[in-house]
């Protein structure tokens, strides 16, 4: 069955650290998108692409970053990791070419930044 | 600035009871209203979906009714089970231009949990 996981599903880090949270999906769908959730805040979009090569900005992209090379993987790199980063992360992938409008989520990252 | 202003924070019911989650949007360009639910150490999963050129759309014992004029929208879940405890996310979006695909805006969350 297709399917989009993330790995690590849990990692404590050190400040100041680059952290990178991995993304596969095999639904070979264009859009992909990573979101943090925090309690009170929902999720809150990270970062998005539409396609190989494509990356976008969203609401809270300060300190990450992401790059698309296939059309399976989205990898999320934290810089320099911070407190204020520790939550939990999911990634999500979603098929333009369908129009369907339905994202598919990961089981989520949980990240400690000690 | 939040979108999507989701209420309550958490909720308690009895089972077999009414629970009822309430969403208010601000962009009038949203056309798209999923609701996801996620259980614990789980991702998101899209329960039900509407778009606003009906007002009421019914899956089993879940039930979106929305209010175009007063921007509102909401999640009924009839005959509560435990079952149904979980985290509840009501969302919006807005159409894809060319060659972009939709964004979801999320609520804040409500923590249901219903009581055996």
Redo the contacts between chains.
Sequence with gaps: DAEITQSPRHKITETGRQVTLACHQTWNH??M?W?RQDL??????IH?S?GVHDTNK?EVSDGYSVSRSNTEDLPLTLESAASSQTSVY?C?S?D?DRGL???F????TRLTVV | QQQVKQSPQSLIVQKGGISIINCAYENTAFDYFPWYQQFPGKGPALLIAIRPDVSEKKEGRFTISFNKSAKQFSLHIMDSQPGDSATYFCAATTPGGSGSARQLTFGSGTQLTVLP
């Excluded at chain 1, 009170?40 to 979009?45: A, E, N, P, T």
């Design positions: 264009n859009n998108f979101y009170g805040h929902g999720l809150r979009l998005y539409y969203g999911f999500a979603s333009r409008d339905e994202a989520f990961g089981q989520g």
